[in-house]
């Protein structure tokens, strides 16, 4: 029992971390009127991130899988969303797996590794939300 506390208060500190890197968890803020005079500057560009740091987010994911304690009892609407989140990630797996026989192009096997990163973070979420129940 000590040992999941622990590994529960691990992941903890990990997951805000998680979390704040999800824009689907940030509310939406007001937006401040503009001042009248010369036209504001363009936005800046966004700097998609490259495949390696993908595969190093899916990683960092992979850790706070395996540091959550394993599974005993769980609902079973749980236990299906798990599920469906465990097979698609086989899926996306199955197709980077393909990716150089497929003559896949860079943008498309970053759309796949995106596709992982998100996966496995929706995973990671609800599998905390699981262990925090469990307590």
Known sequence: LGAAIGV?????????????????????????????GPPAAPPATVVEPSVAERVAQ?????????ALPPRRIERVSTAATIDVLEQRIQWVDYQLSLAPEAGLSAEQEARLWDERVHLLDSLVKVRYAQTRRAF
């Open 8 to 36: 529960t208060v691990m992941v903890a500190g990990l997951l805000p971390r998680a979390l704040r890197d999800d824009p689907a968890t940030h509310a939406p803020q007001a937006v401040a009127a503009r001042p009248s």
């Open 58 to 66: 899916s990683r960092e994911l992979e850790w706070m899988l395996q």
